[in-house]
Structure formats: structure tokens, C-alpha cells
């Protein structure tokens, strides 16, 4: 069976600050993805990432970061320079190679940002 | 440029009665699913639907059944609710299984009095 854990339920810093969101992910399968989605508090889920089981490179795209490292099965997830606007639930998924959009997600770790 | 769009946004239902959601996606998507966000937790997958007249239970999958009659569309059928179904149901789709990113639907805000 596979898990999703975010044990960080909430977080609060305040604006300009960088956060780091953590995941820890369990699955039996050798290939895999991972996806971090945004919901903001209009409720829509947003999606920030996908990543494949093969690919642990980092990634970044503007202010967000990812941190996959395989032997600690972790992904987890950097906002640097945080914003207001950045206040959100954030979740990780995990699914199964042959059906992407089969997730297990996390129970989201809700970040509020401070001006 | 409609995406995945989901019907109703909003719905109140007594114990007991039924009632359909209705996604419907203009992607030409394959695979379709449906999960449930209860306050405080991620979303947990109901039933989903790997191509036209199939479907199949994913984790939650008590109290609901579906239907993937067109490849377009995915109902969620509650036959008769219970204040448990209290939810926020999300419908999503995806291309295919491997390497397709789910697209989600903005959500129907279910409350069972």
C-alpha cells in the first residue's frame, strides 16, 4: 500500500522568509510519481509538479524548489522569499507508474505567510 | 477552454435521498476519477474510469457508484446519502496512466443534513 506523510500540519513565517515543506512518501513500487498541488483558500487545486522515480534531479522554477532524494524517500518542497499570496494548503501525491492520476495524497500542510 | 467542469458547484441533500454529480471534461481524456476532501485531510480516490464503459473502486469506494457512459463524462452517484458523504468532491482527468498529469475540476461542496 502506498503513503503519503506530511507531518508538518501547519506553518506560519512571516513574509520574505523561505519555508521548506516536507513529504515522506512509502510505495513498494520501483517506478513512480510524485506531484505537489496547491489549494488556495478559493478551493481549486492547483498543480505545481510532477516528478518521475527515475529523475532525482532538484528542480526549480522561480521562487519554488523540489528536493527528491530516493534513499530517504522524501520530496519535499522550498518556497523561497515567501508571499502573502503563497498562503495555502499544500499537498503531496504519490501514484503508481501505470495510472498517474491514481494518487495518494498527504493530509497537506497548511502554510499562512505574514506581511 | 473549459477544462474539467463539474455539476453542481454547490448541493444541500436530507438523509437518505440521491442525488448525481456530473464531471465533464472537453480534453479528450482517457482516464477520469473521482475523490473526496474531507476538512483536514488530502483527497482520497472514490471510484475512477481508465477509458469509456469502464470503471473501477479506488479507495473510498462505499455508498457511490459511476458511470462512464461517453467518454466526455463521469457520474457519481450517491443512492442514498448519509451525513458521512458530507464533503468536497473533486472530479479529475488525465490523458493517459503514464506520464499524464491530472487535471481537477474546481469542486461540489456536498452537505447531507
Known amino acids: 500500500a502506498q503513503k503519503v506523510t506530511q507531518a508538518q500540519t501547519e506553518i506560519s513565517v512571516v513574509e520574505k522568509e523561505d519555508v521548506t515543506l516536507d513529504c515522506v512518501y512509502e510505495?513498494?513500487?520501483?517506478?513512480?510519481?510524485l506531484f505537489w498541488y496547491k489549494q488556495p483558500p478559493s478551493g481549486e487545486l492547483v498543480f505545481l509538479i510532477r516528478?518521475?522515480?527515475?529523475?532525482?534531479q532538484n528542480e526549480i522554477s522561480g521562487r519554488y524548489s523540489w528536493n527528491f532524494q530516493k534513499s530517504t524517500s522524501s520530496f519535499n518542497f522550498t518556497i523561497t522569499a515567501s508571499q502573502v499570496v503563497d498562503s495555502a494548503v499544500y499537498f503531496c501525491a504519490l501514484s503508481e507508474a501505470a495510472n498517474a492520476g491514481k494518487s495518494t495524497f498527504g493530509d497537506g500542510t497548511t502554510l499562512t505567510v505574514k506581511p | 477552454n473549459a477544462g474539467v467542469t463539474q455539476t453542481p458547484k454547490f448541493r444541500v441533500l436530507k438523509t437518505g435521498q440521491s442525488m448525481t454529480l456530473l464531471c465533464a471534461q472537453d480534453m479528450n481524456h482517457e482516464y477520469m476519477y473521482w475523490y473526496r476532501q474531507d476538512p483536514g485531510m488530502g483527497l482520497r480516490l472514490i471510484h475512477y474510469?481508465?477509458?469509456?464503459?469502464?470503471?473501477a473502486k479506488g479507495e473510498v469506494p462505499d455508498g457511490y457508484n459511476v458511470s462512464r457512459l461517453k467518454k466526455q463524462n463521469f457520474l457519481l452517484g450517491l443512492e442514498s446519502a448519509a451525513p458521512s458523504q458530507t464533503s468536497v468532491y473533486f472530479c479529475?482527468?488525465?490523458?493517459?496512466?503514464?506520464?499524464?498529469?491530472?487535471?481537477f475540476g474546481q469542486g461540489t461542496r456536498l452537505t447531507v443534513v
Open positions: 479529475a482527468s488525465s490523458y493517459s496512466g503514464q506520464n499524464g498529469e491530472a487535471f
Open positions: 510505495t513498494r513500487d520501483t517506478t513512480y510519481y
Open positions: 474510469s481508465v477509458g469509456e464503459g469502464t470503471t
Open positions: 516528478r518521475n522515480s527515475f529523475d532525482e
